[in-house]
């Protein structure tokens, strides 16, 4: 498994939980901007979960697409950004219509399936279904 966070001061304090949980010896954790280290990882993922800085939702989503089996699962948190998505566009905060553009993303795309979990701030589940 790996995680990456941008914020180095939370490092620390999630290697503890790891440790607590025996598994520091499977998480990679890596420290700095997820658009600049998901290319470099070279891996396949059963499932990745996007929960960072809205903006950049989508392009986490096409660096990570082709590093996921078909049959895996990429999840995504906040899609309905406290129910502002739903607001007329310009009614709708800057993060607010990244994750609409995120969800329209997904509901175009022929290469998964997908469900909305409105849990929340709302879970997008999406299985990919097609390379
Ligand atoms: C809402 S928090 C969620 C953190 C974690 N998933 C959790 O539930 O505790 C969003 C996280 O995204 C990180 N973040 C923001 N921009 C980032 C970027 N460009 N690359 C990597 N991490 C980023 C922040 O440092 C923050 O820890």
Redesign the pocket.
């Known amino acids: 498994m790996h995680t990456?966070?941008?914020?180095e001061e939370?490092q620390d304090m999630c290697f503890r939980y790891i440790c607590d949980a025996g598994l520091e010896g499977r998480i990679t954790q890596h420290i700095?901007?997820?658009?600049n280290i998901i290319p470099e990882l070279d891996d396949m993922f059963d499932l990745v979960?996007i929960?960072?800085?809205k903006v950049?939702y989508c392009r986490y989503y096409d660096q990570v697409f082709d590093k996921v089996r078909v049959g895996g699962f990429i999840l995504a948190?906040n899609v309905l950004y406290d129910g502002e998505v739903v607001l007329p566009h310009e009614q709708q905060s800057k993060n607010a219509k990244a994750m609409h553009a995120y969800n329209e993303k997904l509901r175009n795309d022929p290469k998964i399936e997908h469900v909305l979990l409105p849990v929340r701030d709302g879970i997008m589940i999406a299985r990919k279904t097609k390379e």
């Open positions: 990456i966070d941008i914020n939370l700095g901007r997820a658009e979960f929960d960072a800085d950049n948190d």
